[in-house]
């Protein structure tokens, strides 16, 4: 399996972003979801989301703001992300579940991960 996260870029506070994470092998029966490190600090989670589509759990800190989807038939995760602030600059990962149980919102409750994509929001 590989991920290739997409989309980063240099936005303003209030601006909209929308990444992808495209995928080779098998994820459409997966959970997927996104994280983000910003630098100095631990990679936190973001979003993710189930692997019908039918279910999404977000970081009370984008609640709101940010809406994970997915489109099986192509193989990608999308994460638009509205009313961006400084706040939110950080490489965000995108990453697929590993199958075990674990929390959504855990690290170890996933096992293959993209290479990052760096999102800046400028005040």
């Known amino acids: 399996v590989q991920l290739q996260a997409s989309g980063g870029g240099l936005v303003q506070a209030g601006g909209s972003l929308r990444l992808s994470c495209a995928a080779s092998g098998r994820t459409f029966s997966y959970g997927m979801g996104w994280f983000r490190q910003a630098p100095g600090k631990e990679r936190e989670f973001v979003a993710a989301?189930?692997?019908?589509?039918?279910?999404?759990y977000y970081a009370g800190s984008v609640k709101g703001r940010f809406t994970i989807s997915r489109d099986n038939a192509k193989n990608t995760v999308y994460l638009q992300m509205n009313s961006l602030k400084p706040e939110d600059t950080a490489v965000y990962y995108c990453?697929?579940?590993?199958?075990?149980?674990?929390?959504?919102?855990?690290?170890?409750?996933?096992?293959?991960w993209g290479q990052g994509t760096l999102v800046t929001v400028s005040s």
């Open positions: 990453a697929r579940r590993s199958g075990k149980p674990g929390l959504y919102s855990s690290n170890s409750a996933y096992e293959y």
């Open positions: 989301i189930d692997w019908s589509g039918g279910d999404t």
